[in-house]
């Protein structure tokens, strides 16, 4: 079939292109730069189109003869730009695909949204009924667009929602990366206690989820949290990474409080600037949200079943960052 990947030159759009190519499907990536795999998409037979969803009349150009849409483009970790491109991107974006989709007669539409829909997990581990708490601004237009796709939903579309937790893998230019480069030192500056919960996905099991949201008719209408099989603490979490590079990793614990308000006076300073803090509110969250989540619903109505734990997950990512000059 013919099938259209918004986002599908970045880092989970291009896992999931390669995936659907491997299946012999015709695959069109739309994406509004070539990121680090256009040329190896094209190369594997996908069509590449560069451009945004807030082109409504490129959406509807590419939508034409597609029976399945996963729209996976966002605007995220854009820093000092306007909030508007996040509205404009995130919802209006949304709305243009779905349009386009609605018009073109596409079977079904998955939609990516994000864990961060829930904020901070007060009750964990959380689940699909947990909470609406977002906390920052791409979390609250993320969750936006999933009232966009409940208002066409309801009007007869056939929609699915995955929210995908912490997305990690072979090609993350991510906070990953920025996890083994630290631990590569044998010291990691913990900010609290390390106990705070967080919930990967590897890459490969999360398109697992997209496929299954896209085939199954259980799926129509209902959203999916996308995790790993389990979640760990921070500093479970940093262990791991050290052990994937053979590497002993000494945690040494500081206070979060003074890092906070480094990031809020940070921010400050840069704003008025128009350049990206090095620290920002959003980054030093990772040491205080608790994301620990149930995957239960995917589980008993699509048959998921993450395949790849996090040892071995860390591990295909080590010897990516280290194959391609990363680290």
Known sequence: MRVLVTGGTGFTGSHLVRRLLD??????????????????LRGLGAEVVIGSVTDADLVRRSSRGVEVVHHLAAAFRQLNV??????????????NVLEAARASD?????????????????????????????EDYYQQTKYEGELVCAEYSDAGMDIAIVRPTAIYGPGDPGRFLLLYRIASNGRFLMFGDGETTYHPVYIDNLV????????????????????DAEYFTLNELVSAVGRSMG??????????????LAAVACEAVCAPLRVSPPLFRRRVDWFRQVRAFRIDRARDELGYAPAVGLDEGLRRTFEWYREN???
């Open 23 to 40: 299946r012999g499907h015709d695959v069109v990536c739309l994406d509004n730069q070539p990121g680090l795999f256009a040329d190896e």
């Open 247 to 260: 590497a002993e990793v000494k945690i040494v614990h500081l206070p979060f409080r003074p890092l906070w």
């Open 325 to 327: 000059g990363y680290l």
């Open 82 to 95: 306007p909030k508007s491109v996040y509205r404009e991107v995130n919802v209006e974006g949304t709305r």
């Open 208 to 227: 697992d989820l997209f496929e299954l949201a896209a085939e199954r008719p259980e799926a129509r209408g209902r959203t999916y949290l996308g995790g």
């Open 106 to 134: 596409v079977r079904r539409v998955v939609y990516c949204s994000t864990q961060g829909v829930h904020g901070h997990v007060m009750n964990p581990p959380g689940d699909e009924n947990s909470p609406i708490a977002p």
